[in-house]
């Protein structure tokens, strides 16, 4: 280099989900990250971010979290881009915290390797979790929930909250107790269970977390601390 290295400065890693709405960065541009179910530009989206690219000229980002961002907006485009936004319905990420940490793989029928439905199934089961939620006054707790529909793990279903990876049509493996911010792996908690089965178990889980959480405790956290999974300290001991 030619030149000394300052010293290391202590980091850490405070969220894996992406910030909605407008942020900006010091070379003075802005970005504005736009919710994407599943990562699926249907039509109306299409026809929004076609409207954009039109004015737009900074990029388009997709994130890992299956998001878009309209990227290196300057200053002077940002009021236009908000309109075009607001045009097609998309000025305001009404998604409850719960749909924003939620992601599926594409599986059947885009993937020759998937067992089961993921992205096709996903919207059904998020509203049937999210009535769980609502009776145990969970409605606005951020919890991730990743499902893929064979058990590569595309959607990074093995560091989830709650993930489901598929193993024949209609049947998942359960896996409770993954790290909010990614940092842990889960376990699994029930084996080829249909969608009845599941939801049995999450109404038991999530009940106990409502009921029994400390202040400021993710559900995975929860789940290790109350004894319903045990933690997975490392990788070789996933299986265990």
Excluded at 1 to 23: C, E, H, K, L, V
Aim: aromatic share 8%.
């Amino acid at each position: 280099m030619g030149a000394p290295f300052q010293d290391a400065r202590t980091f850490t890693f405070t969220s894996n989900g992406d910030s909605y709405g407008w942020n900006s960065t010091p070379d003075r541009r802005h970005h504005r990250t736009v919710f994407i179910r599943s990562g699926r530009l249907d039509l109306k989206l299409l026809d929004a971010f076609r409207d954009i690219a039109r004015i737009h000229r900074g990029t388009f980002r997709l994130t890992p979290n299956q998001n878009l961002i309209i990227a290196g907006v300057r200053t002077e485009d940002r009021a236009a881009i908000d309109a075009l936004l607001a045009e097609h319905g998309l000025e305001k990420d009404n998604v409850s915290p719960f749909r924003r940490n939620a992601i599926a793989c594409v599986a059947l029928p885009t993937c020759g390797l998937a067992m089961a439905e993921s992205e096709r199934y996903l919207p059904t089961l998020l509203e049937k979790i999210e009535a769980i939620l609502d009776r145990h006054g969970l409605a606005d707790e951020p919890i991730t929930l990743r499902m893929s529909g064979c058990p590569n793990g595309c959607s990074r279903p093995y560091i989830a909250e709650i993930g489901l990876t598929g193993r024949a049509p209609g049947k998942y493996n359960l896996y409770l107790g993954g790290g909010f911010h990614g940092e842990r792996l889960n376990r699994m908690v029930r084996e080829n269970a249909g969608e009845a089965a599941i939801l049995e178990d999450l109404d038991d889980a999530l009940g106990r977390y409502a009921r029994e959480r400390q202040a400021g405790e993710h559900f995975g956290d929860f789940t290790i601390r109350a004894g319903i999974v045990r933690a997975v300290t490392e990788g070789r001991l996933f299986n265990e």
